[in-house]
């Protein structure tokens, strides 16, 4: 099985939708260097074959199919947020290395179930928390092992978008909040940048907008997390930014320490373009980089990835946070 894994670089894209697309396409046009797009799986037959015939890869609707008529040895899954259990279980009964699009899970019972299955196959398997290899926060994690920074005490994080995101083009909107979607991308850079284990959060949101739009989930919501080490973090995620907001995202990190402070924003891309509309056009490019991440993991080489335990301590964060917003109280971790 590990021999199988190891010499397989061609991957299936589990999931047609927003990140499957991405992915796809960035597969198919050689970006990553050492890995091929073997096919796409989608139980929309009419997403996967859209997306198959962009790519120039055959569609299929079951994972066990896909796998016997590709021979794929890694799979990338981006399967809605709360969907990804299934999918990871078949993956490692069949051999497979895999790749989990964020969040790992939206119970503290499956994030576990599939960390289970893949050790008991024993298989390469990561999180896409795939701002750790976003240039900026590559750079924040060398200041920090430098010691330049000292011990990390305060986040003060933002991730927010535009109202279009889950209005036109997130299909299962309705099935996630902002905070799965959005801030467990935050969650796990200061859980990588700092190594802190959680101890509580208390979160409040605000719903209204996106329910006019058809959309039953939270507009907005806001975190503090307290760790065990006494340090603390303000997390923010919105989905209701103007559609006109530049750059399509708005991302500030600001982490404190106690020599020195890190402030990161990659809102505005470093270029800034004025014609019949003003623009910031994206140029901090990672997901290549993400990918043959992945690709040196299942090789052997050093492990600079997301593991799926980093990807549960996450899951309990939100499933916590989740609880917070129903109860308006404090809620352990």
């Not at 699009?101 to 390469?124: N, S």
């Not at 509309?277 to 290549?288: D, K, L």
Request: glycine letters at 12%; proline letters at 5%.
């Amino acid at each position: 099985m590990l021999a199988r894994m190891t010499n397989g670089k061609r991957f299936l894209v589990i999931g047609a939708g927003t990140m499957g697309n991405g992915y796809a396409r960035m597969l198919a046009s050689g970006r990553v260097p050492g890995a091929t797009l073997a096919g796409v799986v989608d139980i929309d037959g009419t997403k996967a074959l859209e997306l198959a015939n962009a790519t120039g890869a055959p569609a299929f609707g079951d994972i066990e199919t896909a796998v016997a008529e590709t021979g794929a040895g890694a799979a990338y899954v981006a399967t809605p947020d709360s969907l990804h259990r299934a999918p990871v279980e078949v993956l490692a009964r069949l051999g497979l290395a895999i790749l989990v699009e964020k969040p790992l899970a939206t119970t503290v019972e499956d994030a576990r179930a599939m960390m289970a299955a893949v050790e008991h196959a024993g298989v390469y398997a990561e999180v896409n928390y795939s701002n750790r290899w976003n240039p900026p926060f590559v750079e924040a994690m060398r200041t920090v092992d430098s010691g330049d920074i000292g011990e990390l005490r305060s986040f003060n994080v933002c991730l927010n978008n535009p109202v279009s995101s889950p209005r036109d083009r997130l299909r299962w909107s309705g099935g996630t909040t902002p905070a799965w979607f959005l801030m467990s991308h935050c969650l796990d850079l200061a859980l990588w940048l700092g190594r802190k284990k959680a101890l509580t959060v208390y979160a409040t949101g605000g719903r209204g907008e996106l329910a006019g739009h058809g959309i039953e989930t939270y507009d907005w919501i806001h975190a503090v997390v307290r760790y065990t080490d006494g340090a603390d973090g303000v997390f923010e995620s919105c989905w209701i930014l103007p559609d006109s907001w530049p750059g399509g995202v708005e991302f500030r990190f600001k982490a404190i320490g106690t020599k020195g402070v890190i402030d990161v924003d990659t809102t505005y891309q470093n270029i800034a373009v004025t014609a019949e509309r003003h623009r910031y056009p994206g140029t901090i490019q990672w997901a290549p980089a993400r990918l043959q991440a992945f690709l040196r993991g299942m090789e052997g080489e050093v492990r600079t990835g997301v593991p799926f335990g980093d990807g549960l301590e996450v899951t309990r964060i939100l499933v916590a946070l989740h609880r917070s917003l129903e109860s308006g109280s404090v809620e352990p971790v």
